[in-house]
């Protein structure tokens, strides 16, 4: 491996013309009759071009429009659905940005979920919230009511086509916002320029080598930045048809995403790794026809070289190329996408020492030549995406050297225009028109390698989880919870990291750890929609700390799986049960 050089990448210049504003693209699309959209789900197909788009987007700006003043964030908590697309572009329309969120899922209570989002909705000051019957009841009742102008239920709204404020639309307003924090603590709002957003779309589109004749397959959540600006978004500053199903029919039935791939003939697709590995182990190949996918991307979370390798050793016989599989990776900071893989090329995949890795924060061929104990693999995410350009920098800021691990930095026309209403956070992360992205990583090969994250961010399932969330939520769940620690464990065979919940409680005897266990469970899944995968009681004092007190989330996660090797040899427990 070659030291000679310093760690920056720069991306080729753009081939594309990137639209002055997406209200420009959607307006030009609409007169050509452009395609846009199917929604899968119903027990009929639902075709929504771009004429329709842009109807509903009016009627939806046309009834917000009492309630909101330009500027102002409008909060939109909706399934994937028509409505969703045109209360988004009908806000944009009016100079509102849009602030899309979770919405719940569709069973079970609703009220300590969204009393989390209702945080994110106050910090914004979204002063209107589009979403469904069943939240708007549970907002009602919340403190926060009293400073809403408007909830709006799509179902129980007349929407003939009113007049519609005339409203110019600039390329430095902002387009988004995009919240990327939890709902406890300090949120932080990405906010992303309509300038950025277009410059972002037709960086993909050229890294794409994005045609009309393309067909797109996507069940991605609609709120999250991959989803929305790498799929819908994306097709409306460079039209192709585009086929979407809602994220729970894939977690479902994995298998009816590769079925539309199949029907459709799609040519991209794009998910996290959980899905690649999900598929993977539950879906079958039998009587599909895969070879029509030219590009299957893998980003939102850590690539793992296993899951796209067990990928294609189920799915290779359905046609499907192995240069078909495209590691990714992005951050809403950047608006969406920063690096590619070159496309149709093999997977780069570098084995590094482990210790050396973590000791000397260098790439160290392993030993061995191959995958070993010692060794880790680490999987090449590619090289700039159009006009952005990367480095890699040490603690003092200067760029390190090929081969040498330090903090990913991006620069380029897509960047963020700041946190929303949090300049302190703002200037951390956007130094001399850099932006710090807290990822920490290495280039080998002219390719970005990524090795870790420096903030304590939790992915799961392609989902952005902050610990400060889960533990507020567990030492809330019981008052002999005294310390709660969150952290993530590297989990290469679920293809996701792991999310582990270490608590310190007094007055809790043996028998009545699994019980309480299981309700910090209940209360995390309800709460932010994600599943604690272990939650393990340490002896009050055993969780590791720093000398100010505050909790080490990193020593933790090393504790924890020292433990558990020991545990599972001497007792025989499975790392998901409660110990």
Not at 415 to 421: K, S, W
């Amino acid at each position: 491996m070659s030291h000679a050089s310093d760690a920056t990448l720069r991306g080729a210049a753009p081939e594309r013309h990137a639209p002055r504003t997406l209200l420009d693209a959607l307006e030009r699309n609409a007169h050509d009759d452009a395609p846009f959209l199917t929604f899968h789900g119903q027990a009929q197909p639902r075709r929504y071009d771009a004429r329709a788009a842009r109807e509903d987007a009016l009627r939806w700006a046309a009834s917000l429009s009492p309630f909101v003043v330009r500027g102002e964030p409008v909060a939109i908590l909706l399934p994937t659905s028509t409505d969703f697309v045109g209360a988004l572009l009908g806000a944009m329309y009016l100079g509102c940005p849009p602030l899309p969120l979770a919405a719940p899922m569709t069973f079970g209570p609703v009220d300590r979920y969204v009393a989390h989002l209702a945080r994110i909705v106050e910090h914004a000051g979204a002063r209107a919230v589009v979403t469904s019957a069943r939240v708007a009841k549970a907002l009602s009742e919340l403190p926060i009511a009293t400073s809403l102008r408007a909830v709006l239920v799509p179902e129980h709204l007349d929407r003939p086509r009113g007049a519609v404020p005339d409203v110019s639309v600039a390329p430095s307003d902002t387009a988004l916002l995009q919240y990327t924090s939890g709902t406890t603590g300090r949120p932080k709002g990405v906010r992303i320029s309509h300038r950025a957003l277009a410059a972002n779309t037709a960086a993909i589109a050229d890294s794409l080598s994005l045609g009309p004749s393309d067909v797109g397959v996507s069940w991605l959540p609609l709120y999250h930045d991959m989803g929305l600006v790498g799929a819908l978004l994306t097709t409306i500053s460079f039209p192709y048809e585009l086929h979407v199903m809602a994220p729970e029919a894939f977690v479902i039935r994995p298998r009816k995403w590769l079925e539309l791939v199949h029907t459709h003939r799609a040519t991209l697709s794009t998910a996290p790794n959980f899905a690649y590995d999900l598929a993977a182990k539950k879906a079958s190949a039998d009587g599909l026809d895969l070879s029509s996918w030219r590009l299957a991307l893998d980003g939102a979370e850590p690539v793992h070289a296993s899951t796209l390798a067990r990928f294609h050793e189920r799915f290779g016989a359905a046609g499907l190329a192995r240069e078909a599989l495209t590691p990714v990776y992005g951050l809403a900071e950047a608006t969406l996408a920063v690096t590619f893989h070159p496309t149709r090329t093999p997977l780069d995949v570098l084995e590094v020492d482990r210790d050396a890795l973590d000791r000397l924060a260098r790439a160290v061929p392993a030993s061995s030549g191959g995958a070993s104990d010692r060794s880790r693999s680490l999987v090449g995410v590619g090289g700039p995406v159009p006009g952005t350009e990367l480095r890699i920098l040490r603690d003092d800021g200067t760029t390190c050297g090929v081969g040498e691990v330090g903090e990913i930095a991006v620069r380029g026309p897509g960047l963020m225009d700041g946190y929303h209403r949090d300049e302190e956070a703002s200037a951390r992360s956007l130094v001399d028109g850099w932006l710090r992205t807290g990822d920490l990583g290495l280039v080998e090969r002219e390719r970005l390698f990524i090795t870790g994250r420096r903030r304590e961010l939790i992915i799961q399932a392609g989902r952005n989880v902050h610990p400060e969330d889960v533990e507020e939520i567990a030492r809330e769940c019981d008052p002999r919870i005294t310390t709660a620690a969150a952290f993530s464990i590297t989990a290469s065979a679920r293809g996701t990291d792991q999310l582990v919940v270490a608590l310190e409680a007094r007055g809790v005897a043996a028998e009545d750890r699994t019980t309480l266990a299981d309700a910090v469970r209940g209360e995390v899944l309800a709460a932010i929609g994600i599943r604690a995968d272990d939650v393990v009681f340490w002896p009050v004092g055993t969780i590791p700390r720093t000398t100010s007190g505050k909790v080490q989330r990193k020593g933790c996660a090393a504790s924890y799986e020292t433990m558990r090797d020991a545990l599972e040899d001497a007792r025989g427990l499975e790392t998901g049960g409660a110990r």
